[in-house]
């Protein structure tokens, strides 16, 4: 699982990340966690923190670095995106026209509006 949030969605991944059992996932989170009750298992769940700039368009560009190649060395890899509409919506628009996921396979919320 490749997951995209945020603190507005901390509750949901967290959710998530139960959810997984013993599945491994890659999480992106946009902003800082510190003080929040962030669950992740450093066993199974890798974080990458990615700073809140230009609204979103940071974390955008993170993705477009980072994703191409771990959907190749996993190519039936689940999405979930959580973040600001705007993000939410870049973010799922670019992962299944761009990189060719299937519908069935991205789940995507927009959380708050900036």
Known sequence: VFAFGDPA?????NSLLRALD???ATVWFE????GLPFRTD??????RR???????AHLVAQV????????RSHPD?????????ATT?????????ELGVPKERVDALGYWRP
């Open 9 to 13: 969605s901390l509750p949901a991944l």
């Open 22 to 24: 013993s599945a491994p």
């Open 31 to 34: 902003g800082g966690d510190e």
């Open 42 to 47: 450093p066993a199974r769940h890798e974080v």
């Open 50 to 56: 990615v700073l809140r700039l230009d609204s979103g």
């Open 64 to 71: 477009k670095a980072d994703l191409p190649g771990l959907l």
């Open 77 to 85: 890899a689940y999405v979930w995106i959580a973040c600001d509409t």
């Open 89 to 97: 919506r870049a973010l799922s628009s670019y992962v299944r026209k």
